[in-house]
T-cell receptor, first 115, second 115 residues
Framework: AQTVTQSQPEMSVQEAETVTLSCTYDTSESDYYLFWYKQPPSRQMILVIR??????QNATENRFSVNFQKAAKSFSLKISDSQLGDAAMYFC????????????FGQGTTLQVKP | DAGVIQSPRHEVTEMGQEVTLRCKPISGHNSLFWYRQTMMRGLELLIY????????DSGMPEDRFSAKMPNASFSTLKIQPSEPRDSAVYFC?????????????FGEGSWLTVV
């Protein structure tokens, strides 16, 4: 069975600085998708970024980028130029390539942004 | 395009009462998921459907929980009778069922409090 681990329960960053959130996963599959979701206090789950395992190039969405290391089964999220609105809980998630696969979440990392 | 729509957004009910949560997935999406989020257990998959058929209900806690998807645009999650330990945020999510369409989109959640 696949597992996702986020070893940092809490992180903090100064506004305008850069922060990296860690995520590791375990799977025997070769084809899968990885995601980062943001959950602000409103509790809505917002997709931040996604990565296809077959792509070597790291995904980027504006200030958000990932460092995908397939061999190490590592998928970290880098937030550049942190903003107060980035404060939230961030979840790393895994999904098998089969379209009907379920999303498996890590425990989450709470990010605090200090003004 | 409208996102996943859930109702009610908030529900407070007394122990023993029946609770029905409703979900309208994004039009054209073939997969629908019900997740539960609590502080203790994080995000748990309760059940998911593909083309209106339940594929995996192993996460459904017990017989008090039931879920239906009578058509492609509607699903319900019912708890009968409800208990205080059912208090949680319940998310409905949907995903398109096509190559590359592996992103799962979440509704805003239904906050359930059982007193």
């Amino acid at each position: 069975a696949q597992t996702v681990t986020q070893s940092q329960p809490e992180m903090s960053v100064q506004e305008a600085e850069t922060v990296t959130l860690s995520c590791t996963y375990d799977t025997s599959e070769s084809d899968y998708y990885l995601f980062w979701y943001k959950q602000p206090p409103s509790r809505q789950m917002i997709l931040v970024i996604r990565q296809e395992a077959y792509k070597q190039q790291n995904a980027t969405e504006n200030r958000f980028s990932v460092n995908f290391q397939k061999a190490a089964k590592s998928f970290s999220l880098k937030i550049s130029d942190s903003q107060l609105g980035d404060a939230a809980m961030y979840f790393c998630a895994y999904r098998s390539a089969g379209n009907t696969g379920k999303l498996i979440f890590g425990q989450g990392t709470t990010l605090q942004v200090k003004p | 395009d409208a996102g996943v729509i859930q109702s009610p957004r908030h529900e407070v009910t007394e122990m023993g009462q029946e609770v029905t949560l409703r979900c309208k997935p994004i039009s054209g999406h073939n997969s629908l998921f019900w997740y539960r989020q609590t502080m203790m257990r994080g995000l748990e998959l309760l059940i998911y459907f593909n083309n209106n058929v339940p594929i995996d209900d192993s996460g459904m806690p017990e017989d008090r929980f039931s879920a239906k998807m009578p058509n492609a645009s509607f699903s319900t999650l019912k708890i009968q009778p409800s208990e205080p330990r059912d208090s949680a945020v319940y998310f409905c999510a949907s995903s398109p069922d096509r190559v590359g369409g592996n992103t799962i989109y979440f509704g805003e959640g239904s906050w359930l409090t059982v007193v």
